[in-house]
C-alpha cells in the first residue's frame, strides 16, 4: 500500500504501445508504485489497507517480478529491531505526529515521536 519509493522512471529503447498508449523511442515512462498498489482492476477493494490481501505487487520485497535481494536482511533486521525496543519498552507509545520526509521520490517518516515505557 505504501511502498518505500514512489516511481521509477525508464526510457523507451524502441517504439512501441502500452495500453492504447504509443510511446516512442527515447520517451520516458514512469511506473507509480502507490498507484499499482491500487489497481482496480487487480484488487477489490484497492484503497483499504488489508493484511491479508495477495501480495503479488509490483513493490519490492513482495515477490514479484521485481523482488529484491535484501529484503530478507531487511525483514530480520525490522524484527530484531521490533523484539528488542518491545522488551525493553513494552509500554512504548506514540507521543506525536508523525512527520514523513518532503520528497517525490521517497515515502519515509522524518520524525516518529514515542514516550519509552518500561
Known amino acids: 500500500m505504501f511502498p518505500a519509493f514512489a516511481h521509477f522512471a525508464r526510457t523507451a529503447t524502441c517504439d512501441t504501445e502500452l495500453h492504447g498508449q504509443k510511446i516512442s523511442e527515447g520517451e520516458k515512462v514512469v511506473m507509480w508504485y502507490p498507484s499499482s498498489n491500487r489497481d482496480e482492476t ?4 484497492p484503497d483499504t489497507f488489508d493484511v491479508s490481501r495477495e501480495t503479488e505487487h509490483q513493490a519490492f520485497g513482495a515477490g514479484g ?3 529484491c535481494l535484501g529484503t530478507a536482511l531487511a525483514r530480520l533486521e525490522l524484527r530484531i529491531l521490533i523484539e528488542e525496543t518491545l522488551s525493553r519498552y513494552p509500554g512504548i507509545q506514540i507521543a506525536g505526529t508523525p512527520r514523513y520526509v518532503e520528497s517525490p521520490f521517497a515515502n519515509q517518516l522524518k520524525t516518529l515521536p514515542v514516550t519509552l515505557r518500561s
Open 42 to 45: 487487480r484488487f477489490e477493494d
Open 65 to 67: 517480478r521485481h523482488f
